[in-house]
C-alpha cells in the first residue's frame, strides 16, 4: 500500500520530538515573506528573527526605532503568520536591540 512521504516525515518528526524545532523555523521563515510584504526589504534587513519559543516569536533589531514601528504592526504580522500556518502558533512579538 502506498503512503505519501510526508506521513513518514510527520511520524519521524514526531518520533525525535522535532515538531517545535520545525514550527519555529517555519514561522521565521514566514515572517520574513510577510515582513518584506509589508514594509519592504531593508525592514527585512533591520528586523532579523532569532527565535519562537512559548508562543513569542523574538526579532533582533538594528535600533530603537524599527523596534517601535514594528511594534505597531505587530498585531497585523501575527495575525498573518497564524493564517499563512492555518493554526495559531505566535500570540506575541519581542523585540532585542
Known amino acids: ?7 513518514d516525515i510527520k511520524k519521524t ?3 525525535y520530538g522535532l515538531l517545535k524545532q520545525t514550527e519555529g523555523a517555519q514561522i521565521c ?4 515573506e510577510i515582513l518584506v510584504k509589508i514594509k519592504n526589504r531593508g525592514a527585512a534587513k533591520n528586523a532579523k528573527p532569532l527565535f519562537f519559543k512559548n508562543k ?14 514594528l ?3 505587530q498585531k497585523n504580522i501575527i495575525d498573518l ?3 499563512k500556518l492555518g493554526k495559531k502558533l ?8
Open 13 to 15: 518528526i514526531n518520533k
Open 29 to 32: 521563515s514566514v515572517y520574513k
Open 81 to 83: 503568520i497564524n493564517k
Open 90 to 97: 505566535v500570540e506575541r512579538i519581542q523585540f532585542r536591540i
Open 71 to 73: 511594534m505597531f504592526e
Open 56 to 69: 513569542v516569536l523574538t526579532i533582533k533589531v538594528t535600533n530603537s526605532a524599527w523596534a517601535q514601528e
Open 1 to 7: 500500500m502506498f503512503r505519501p512521504i510526508s506521513f
